[in-house]
């Protein structure tokens, strides 16, 4: 029995259902815009999006954790780390690391992790993806 939630509705706009993580955050970023990943149970394959719909100025992205998703697992929060340090303390606790270039202003921000979703500090099933958004200065 999974503790994952179901996926919510799609919502309006661009669909990303039926596409890999990887791709669709690339193309929402690729928009200027960053997504917020939302593991949920479903039958599909790990790492899909089921459903999607903005979320203030970001795009929800509910994925879903495979048929058997991993066990919950402590998911470090690595927002502020170095790039290269955040895409090794990610596998070592058992999950994979999807990085995406966004772009910022502030030239101590280069290389470091601005963004991580889902969000770092609580239990996510071990094995699924988790989004970083590397700093990239002008």
Do not use: H
């Not at 939630?5 to 690339?26: C, E, H």
């Not at 780390?81 to 921000?109: I, R, Y």
């Amino acid at each position: 029995q999974s503790s994952l939630p179901q996926a919510p509705p799609q919502g309006t706009g661009n669909d990303y259902r039926g596409m890999q993580l990887s791709k669709a955050v690339q193309q929402i970023a690729d928009g200027r815009q960053q997504a917020v990943v939302l593991y949920v149970a479903s039958s599909k394959p790990a790492g899909i999006v089921v459903s999607n719909g903005t979320v203030g100025s970001k795009m929800r992205l509910a994925v879903s954790a495979g048929p058997n998703p991993g066990a919950p697992t402590d998911l470090p929060d690595v927002s502020g780390e170095d790039a290269a340090q955040a895409q090794s303390d990610l596998p070592a606790a058992g999950f994979a690391a999807v990085t995406v270039q966004w772009p910022v202003s502030d030239p101590s921000q280069n290389g470091t992790i601005v963004e991580e979703t889902p969000a770092g500090g609580a239990q996510r099933p071990t094995g699924v993806a988790i989004v970083l958004y590397v700093g990239t200065a002008p």
